[in-house]
């Protein structure tokens, strides 16, 4: 029957309340933000609004005819339940995080039920048969409630179709079972009107996702544009950082590579041009400090171009077994004249069980005569230096290095291992280096598939860990991950 085309509402009520679209869970959450807060209306303007209507009635009983009061007390008795439910849902909905989203849109929808319900019951209570006038008053405040929860409920379209089917249904079945001529008038647009407001509400729907789409669109873009300008910060601070650390580094290198270049060419020049007469017994004396001067020039180019390799993936290891006492006996031959200098006392301790290692011999050394070497630079004179060789809970190898040294600070930790990095200024030159030496051991220990840690108490010393790991690591995956 053509009265009952509204029911066709009822698959899209159906579909919309059991198969929800998937869609960004923050558009779910906003259109209920938007539906809730409409709510409002239903608490408070619902049973004003309907007491008025009752009020009319009860004075123009005349024209709308003679409604029972228990049935006006009903009506607004109804209204007050479906406001005291909408009450109830506003204030849960500020208890509910946004993981509760589905439990809220099923309340609302359950609510609305309810209110449109109300809303047909009090077109029956408020009816009277044959009396035009009050069919008439009655049709027009079920239309402007039909109006009012397309406007209000559309953002959510199961909650605006639930509520548009539940006043809808028992409205067009009072007009389908009346006998006034006015109801079967009504009860012919019926059909058209349901139509109708389906129809803008789903075009206020779909202006309300437009709005919500542009909003999401520019939070988004907002949130882009602070994280991008985020990193460009963090960027430009970074890049900052590495120009003042170049910057000082060719100023230390400028130092450090000054140095042995005018011992060079100063002795080099009193030899040839033969300064102090012939065949002077001093010169074999400068001949050795120029040979000393180009081994250490030699290292520093070395250290350079050795950590420029690892850093460009290019540095090659060739781990071997080797005797660790024999490889330490070259570096404590080294280090014993350094240490004399500064009356320190150096002391080795090998763990029995270690053996042979298999690592890089020539890493090796590099790695214990960088560390000793700093150890030496940072200790004052008469303190002492540790130096340790250990296996480690795995069966890998642990090497230790520790000084009674000033130690450093815990926020300074971090930068040590950073090529071109040193602690003091480096344009002080009191402790001489390029801070290219720990870059250096970090760089060699992960080329083993080890690492190099630090750990230290200012004003108490510095201990540096190496840990080459065990023999059985395999070398190439290690070297393809650098």
Same mark, same amino acid.
């Given at each position: 029957m053509g009265s009952f085309a509204?029911?066709?509402?009822?698959?899209?009520?159906?579909?919309?309340?059991?198969?929800?679209?998937q869609e960004d869970a923050r558009h779910c959450e906003a259109r209920l933000r938007l539906l809730v807060d409409t709510l409002p209306v239903t608490i408070y303007f619902n049973p004003i609004g309907v007491a008025i209507a009752c009020l009319a009635l009860w004075f123009g009983r005349a024209q709308f005819g003679d409604v029972a009061l228990w049935r006006m007390v009903a009506v607004v008795g109804l209204q007050c339940i479906a406001s005291t439910g909408a009450y109830v849902a506003w204030r849960l909905y500020r208890l509910l995080n946004s993981e509760s989203v589905a439990r809220v849109r099923r309340g609302l929808i359950a609510l609305q039920m309810?209110?449109?319900?109300?809303?047909?019951?009090?077109?029956?209570?408020?009816?009277?048969?044959?009396?035009?006038?009050?069919?008439?008053?009655?049709?027009?405040?079920?239309?402007?409630?039909?109006?009012?929860?397309?406007?209000?409920?559309?953002?959510v379209r199961a909650v605006f179709l639930t509520g548009i089917a539940s006043l809808a249904l028992p409205l067009g079945l009072r007009l389908a079972l009346s006998h006034d001529v006015a109801a079967h008038v009504f009860f012919g647009l019926f059909p058209i009107w349901m139509w109708y407001m389906v129809f803008s509400g789903m075009g206020a729907r779909k202006r309300v996702d437009d709005m919500l789409a542009a909003r999401f669109a520019h939070e988004d873009l907002s949130k882009e544009l602070a994280t991008?300008? *985020?990193?460009?910060?963090?960027?430009? #601070?970074? %890049?900052?950082? &590495?120009? /003042?650390?170049?910057? !000082?580094?060719? $100023?230390n290198m400028s130092h450090e590579l000054r140095t042995p270049l005018n011992a060079i060419i100063g002795f080099s020049e009193i030899i040839s041009s033969q300064a102090l007469g012939e065949n002077n017994a001093r010169y074999p004396e400068y001949a050795g400090d120029i040979h000393s001067s180009g081994t250490h020039l030699l290292n520093l180019i070395n250290e350079i171009?050795?950590?420029?390799?690892?850093?460009?993936?290019?540095?090659?290891? *060739?781990?071997?077994?080797?005797?660790? #006492?024999? %490889?330490?006996? &070259?570096? /404590?031959?080294?280090? !014993?004249?350094? $240490?004399?200098e500064k009356t320190l006392e150096i002391t080795y301790t090998v763990d029995p069980r270690l053996g042979e290692i298999i690592a890089d011999e020539r890493?090796?050394?590099?790695?214990?005569?960088?560390?000793?070497?700093?150890?030496?630079k940072f200790t004052p004179a008469g303190g002492s230096v540790a130096v340790g060789c250990a296996k480690a809970d795995d069966g890998g190898t642990l090497l230790s290095v520790a000084d009674t040294g000033s130690g450093i600070p815990a926020d300074k930790l971090v930068l040590l291992f950073k090529p071109f990095t040193q602690v003091n200024n480096r344009f002080d030159h009191h402790h001489g280096g390029t801070g290219l030496g720990l870059a250096l051991v970090q760089g060699l220990a992960r080329l083993h598939g080890g690492r190099a840690w630090i750990e230290s108490v200012e004003g108490q010393g510095t201990t540096v860990f190496v840990y080459l790991p065990l023999v059985g690591v395999n070398y190439e995956l290690t070297r393809a991950m650098q």
């Open positions: 509204c029911m066709a509402v009822i698959p899209d009520i159906i579909s919309a309340i059991s198969v929800p679209r309810v209110v449109g319900l109300c809303w047909g019951g009090a077109a029956w209570l408020l009816w009277i048969e044959g009396n035009a006038a009050n069919n008439t008053f009655v049709v027009i405040i079920m239309v402007m409630a039909l109006w009012a929860m397309a406007l209000t409920r559309c953002s991008a300008r *985020d990193e460009a910060v963090q960027k430009r #601070e970074e %890049a900052e950082m &590495a120009s /003042k650390s170049k910057t !000082a580094f060719l $100023a171009l050795d950590v420029a390799k690892i850093e460009a993936g290019r540095m090659e290891i *060739d781990p071997k077994p080797f005797d660790v #006492e024999y %490889a330490l006996d &070259a570096v /404590k031959r080294i280090m !014993a004249i350094r $240490a004399s890493a090796f050394r590099q790695i214990m005569l960088n560390l000793l070497s700093n150890a030496v």
